[in-house]
């Protein structure tokens, strides 16, 4: 049914003796009838495809057939910012995701509009600031007042000595354009580990001339013996 109520527009779908029913907006493209959108019995808004093709809790709305070759997408437009919000029932923008078009940035915003991370124009990984510090080379930059921190853990139930507990990997491609290792930071458990008592070491290696894999050539162990 096509119905107006005022100045609103109200079309009503209903299927056979149900009150359920799917709302279709179809194109003639001079040969064949197609479906571009519907709206079908559980309200989803599906784009490019007829039927549900999503996990129950994030299925409102779906753009693109996931069994077809073809390229599907969603653009925002602006010359200022264009985002992503997530909204609840205190906040209506409790987080986001942005692109700023003077900056040529992404940006990731939690808690309330926070800034949380930011992709720049150079692609660097900015956590804990806005703009970047340490140069263009350094591609993850991470800010704190009391210090930016990064952390490796293993989650294991059982860790015994010489179990890896976190790395530090370098790697270069010349000339064949296959990545080999030039050095390498690793963190290890010293001694089998337990409640309260986890006994670490760190191990330095580096690749020699002619050489494509890395060698120990120090390492700090629990005792502080080097």
């Known amino acids: 049914n096509i119905d107006f109520v005022g100045d609103t527009l109200i079309l009503t779908s209903r299927g056979g003796s149900s ?5 279709d907006f179809r194109r003639y493209d001079g040969t064949t009838v197609d479906t571009s959108m519907r709206i079908d019995s559980s309200g989803r808004v599906l784009i490019g495809l007829n039927s549900n093709a999503a996990n129950a809790s994030i299925d409102d709305l779906q753009v693109g057939n996931p069994n077809s070759s073809t390229q599907f997408g969603i653009t925002i437009g602006s010359n200022d910012e264009a985002a992503i919000a997530f909204a609840n029932n205190g906040d209506a923008r409790a987080g986001s995701i942005t692109y700023n078009m003077g900056s040529d940035a992404m940006i990731f915003k939690t808690d309330g509009q926070n800034e949380a991370m930011r992709i720049d124009s150079s692609q660097r990984v900015l956590i804990g600031t806005s703009s970047a510090v340490g140069g263009v080379a350094a591609h993850l930059q991470v800010v704190e007042s009391d210090g930016g921190k990064l952390a490796f853990a293993r989650n294991d139930t059982t860790v015994s000595a010489g179990a890896e507990l976190g790395r530090i990997q370098a790697l270069g491609n010349d000339s064949d354009g296959n990545y080999q290792e ?10 089998n580990h337990g409640t309260n008592d986890k006994p670490g070491r760190i191990t330095f290696y580096t690749t020699s001339d002619g050489g494509s894999s890395a060698t120990e050539r120090m390492r700090l162990d629990s005792s502080g013996n080097l």
Do not use: C, L
């Open 19 to 23: 009150s359920d029913g799917i709302i």
């Open 182 to 191: 030039v050095g390498k930071i690793i963190f290890e458990a010293d001694k």
